[in-house]
């Protein structure tokens, strides 16, 4: 009776690991226009985990940060912010598993959004979000009972819940800074 359990378990974290891109791909210009005339940058993703060439890092930059650019490193495990020709970590993850870019707090700078892995042993899935303009790192989780990760639904950056229990229900909503809980950099 062990062995089927087992091999079920098995089953749903390898299922939940390899579910890295699962959503929409981002929207053209032209079509963002549609959507808020007002927002003069629409959520992007930057990076998944199956885009990013292995060894390779990823470097992406913010207009409403001038002279600053970030970076996915090589082992997709940090995010890194590259000023005066210095790195500085923002956040790590086991992976890091996406990036993507949106304003969650309405001050019209993008904030830097992952959906990471977290464990030794037991492995979970969680949300970051560092709002730069600030210095804050915000995390959306929930260490035993459910695993959270971002997706793109009509150009909104949304958050998945998925229970870690068989029978719960998945949820899904629009991401935003007063749904998360700032937490200090160094515990992470």
Known sequence: MKRPLTVLAASVIAFALSGCDIGEEPLSRSESADISAKEEY???????????????????????FHGVKFKLD??????????????????????VIDVYLSDLNGDGKREICSTVAMGSGIVDE?????????GKLYELQDR????????LQN????YVQ??????????????????MTQTDKSQI
């Open 42 to 64: 629409l959520c992007e993703k930057v990076v998944g985990c199956r885009e990013k060439p292995r060894g390779e890092s990823v470097e992406f930059e913010m207009p409403e």
């Open 144 to 151: 035993f009972g459910s695993n959270y990760r971002l997706q």
């Open 74 to 95: 090589e082992d997709g495990l940090n995010v890194l912010e590259i000023a005066d020709g210095m790195e500085k970590g923002l956040y790590w993850g086991m992976p």
């Open 162 to 179: 998925t229970p870690n229990i068989l029978d719960g229900e998945v949820l899904s909503a629009p991401l935003t800074l007063d749904k």
């Open 126 to 134: 969680r949300i970051y979000a560092y709002d730069y303009a600030n």
């Open 155 to 158: 150009g909104v950056l949304s």
